[in-house]
């Protein structure tokens, strides 16, 4: 722990961040520096692996909860039980928990479930809204979404989590952004991460980039397209979210003419931090780094180092955080890595933490366990769901319609695998990240609009 009486400015809240981030990072050790970088999943965490390693940050993957229908309160317990383990290091740095809420907190039991981004409109920001109040809810300061993929190709299996096949909408649904962290200040500098109070939590952008492009629509697959076509098509909502003071971009699984993502230079540090200005934290998806090589971790040193190299700073493990700390270790110590590429990703994920507010608030409570699954937000969901009915085709010709039906129809048969199963109607990234079948893993109600 840090001496007391020493002149500790990084926890000081009166001294600008940008001073505070150097104090803190003046006292840190390389090792420590490196476990900031790391991010680990909730079944390997423990207050005590937070507090040796300093590990910088938690995640929750699909469907990985406390308990089974865990509530609120069980929630910000267990994520309370890693912070003080975190708070407990040497120079106490917060970590910071994170989880994929990509329409509503959607791994929650008893959350608001809104409609999947294929089917959003015009209630994008209050959304983001009352998403970031329900994961608030649960002590959750970060959340993997929106995802800004420009789905070209039906066939793409994650068609469901692109708002359009036109990156113009897609542009405009970043607004959802705004309401996750809040509006950025008048006089905010481009690029910047921005979250607006204890209200609001950090967003993330994903998949970085091209993920919705690629060939015959293979997930993970080859996006095969000129920089001209990736620029013009899949870039401009992450131009647009970075704008918007969006703190994290993720990296996305799949391919640019050949050349995995997560091994991107050109794209993740020439473009996306040199020429647009991005100032938050990169982060990998889930063993994003892994599956550089192929098969996944065969080169796991390699891929460790192409991914660091390629401007990736925050790490998605999420089970092998010590094999990841013991190579990055090396690389830096034998200069394969530069310290200064080391220190960039520390700085961006300071930042992160800072505007934040973590240093000053790092646990949570109990205030607003309430707003989780709120009639408000179940009446806001109920809006989307309205608004993103798809009408469907009239009959053959004039004189034999289907639509409108007749008012003096008694009943309307409504059948098929879906017609009274909550989890096949909620879809996928609801409870676990497939989706489940049934209705008794959360609580809902299916609603038809005649």
């Not at 993103?388 to 003096?408: A, H, M, R, W």
Request: proline share 4%; glycine share 10%.
């Amino acid at each position: 722990m840090v001496v007391e009486g020493e002149n500790v400015k990084y926890k000081d809240p009166k001294q600008p961040v940008a001073v505070r981030i150097k104090d803190l990072m003046s006292r840190m050790t390389l090792e420590e520096k490196i476990a900031q970088m790391v991010q680990i999943d909730r079944l390997t965490a423990s207050p005590e692996i937070m507090q040796t390693y300093s590990i910088g940050s938690v995640l929750s993957g699909g469907g990985s909860a406390p308990l089974p229908k865990a509530s609120a309160e069980d929630w910000v317990n267990m994520i309370n039980g890693f912070q003080n383990g975190s708070l407990s290091s040497r120079l106490g740095i917060p970590m910071i928990y994170g989880i994929d809420a990509v329409h509503g907190h959607n791994n929650v039991f008893n959350a608001t479930i809104f409609p999947h981004n294929v089917g959003l409109g015009a209630t994008r920001q209050r959304i983001g809204s009352a998403t970031a109040l329900e994961v608030r809810a649960t002590g959750i300061p970060y959340v993997f979404a929106p995802c800004i993929a420009v789905c070209r190709d039906p066939r793409w299996g994650r068609c469901y989590e692109s708002y359009s096949e036109d990156h113009k909408v897609v542009e405009a649904m970043t607004e959802i952004i705004l309401g996750l962290q809040g509006d950025i200040p008048a006089n905010s500098r481009k690029g910047v991460p921005y979250v607006g109070g204890k209200k609001k939590v950090a967003a993330c952008a994903k998949h970085f980039v091209g993920d919705g492009g690629t060939t015959k629509g293979i997930n993970e697959n080859n996006t095969v397209i000129d920089r001209h076509g990736l620029l013009g098509i899949h870039m401009p909502a992450y131009s647009d979210s970075i704008i918007k003071g969006v703190s994290t971009i993720m990296v996305s699984y799949s391919s640019w003419n050949g050349e995995k993502m997560h091994a991107n230079r050109e794209l993740i540090t020439g473009l996306l931090k040199d020429s647009l200005k991005f100032k938050g934290f990169v982060i990998s998806d889930w063993q994003g780094i892994d599956r550089i090589t192929s098969p996944p971790h065969a080169n796991y040193s390699y891929s460790v180092q192409a991914a660091i190299q390629a401007g990736i700073d925050m790490v998605m493990l999420p089970f092998n955080h010590s094999e990841f700390i013991d190579d990055l270790t090396y690389l830096v110590k034998s200069n394969v890595i530069p310290m200064d590429r080391i220190d960039d990703a520390v700085r961006r994920i300071l930042l992160v933490k800072f505007s934040l507010g973590l240093f000053e608030n790092p646990l949570a409570d109990f205030s607003l366990v309430n707003e989780l699954g709120s009639q408000a937000h179940r009446d806001l969901a109920r809006e989307a769901v309205r608004k993103s009915l798809v009408l469907l085709k009239n009959g053959k010709n004039e004189t034999d319609p289907l639509l409108p039906l007749t008012k003096k129809a008694s009943k309307i048969l409504v059948a098929g695998t879906h017609a009274d199963n909550l989890g096949y109607q909620c879809g996928g990234w609801t409870i676990a990240w497939q989706g489940f079948s049934g209705n008794e893993y959360t609580r809902g109600m299916l609603c038809q609009y005649a």
